[in-house]
T-cell receptor
Framework: GAVVSQHPSRVICKSGTSVKIECRSLDFQATTMFWYRQFPKKSLMLMATSNEGSKATYEQGVEKDKFLINHASLTLSTLTVTSAHPEDSSFYIC?????????????FGPGTRLTVL | QKEVEQNSGPLSVPEGAIASLNCTYSDRGSQSFFWYRQYSGKSPELIMSIYSNGDKEDGRFTAQLNKASQYVSLLIRDSQPSDSATYLCAVNHAGGTSYGKLTFGQGTILTVHP
């Protein structure tokens, strides 16, 4: 149980284009989903928290107009990187927290590696 | 001051030995603590969670929590080369605007050599 998928796993795009990343909880309903980014040899940096049916809460320093998050259902959240630039190249990982289960426990998707040329 | 601190390592142990990973945290009200394993190029995988003071064992893994000292550790017995990875300590915030969020340490790189 507690499986989270992400799509795509890897994407290469040109500077200026937008990229959408999907995060799905496959066998549980996720009341909250989190989006992280990770640079090489660094720890995870939380970008935003999204709750189903409400606006995402962004961490300080994260541009909400650049990183659009939609949590349309209890099993799907999307992150859209708008007008991507090379500095947006990173490993983006989502996680999900269910209705049941341990307080605070998050299950991670496999991640999406974004390369902006 | 970092909220969650880990020794970045690398920690190198021989196969079959006990690997000991340590983590301290600053938010005294934190209630939930997690250890994640992350292989290079992959996303984190939850391996242990602990909420009460004391030890919690799961197979070769034992998590230890001491809330008074704000300290959590992970012991890996009979270490195997496949345990070589980065181990992330994560702490669940107790309340306020950070409730439900996890704060991660910088991770400890573990290498188990044959």
């Amino acid at each position: 149980g507690a499986v989270v998928s992400q799509h795509p796993s890897r994407v290469i795009c040109k500077s200026g284009t937008s990229v959408k990343i999907e995060c799905r909880s496959l066998d549980f309903q996720a009341t909250t989903m989190f989006w992280y980014r990770q640079f090489p040899k660094k720890s995870l940096m939380l970008m935003a928290t999204s709750n189903e049916g409400s606006k995402a809460t962004y961490e300080q320093g994260v541009e909400k107009d650049k990183f659009l998050i939609n949590h349309a259902s209890l099993t799907l959240s999307t992150l859209t990187v708008t007008s991507a630039h090379p500095e947006d190249s990173s490993f983006y990982i989502c996680s999900a927290r269910g209705l049941a289960g341990v307080d605070g426990e998050q299950f991670f998707g496999p991640g999406t590696r974004l390369t902006v040329l | 001051q970092k909220e969650v601190e880990q020794n970045s390592g690398p920690l190198s142990v021989p196969e079959g030995a006990i690997a000991s990973l340590n983590c301290t945290y600053s938010d005294r009200g934190s209630q939930s603590f997690f250890w994640y394993r992350q292989y290079s190029g992959k996303s984190p995988e939850l391996i242990m969670s602990i909420y009460s003071n004391g030890d919690k064992e799961d197979g070769r893994f034992t998590a230890q929590l001491n809330k008074a000292s704000q300290y959590v550790s992970l012991l890996i017995r009979d270490s195997q080369p496949s345990d070589s990875a980065t181990y992330l300590c994560a702490v669940n915030h107790a309340g306020g605007t950070s409730y439900g969020k996890l704060t991660f340490g910088q991770g400890t790189i573990l290498t188990v050599h044959p």
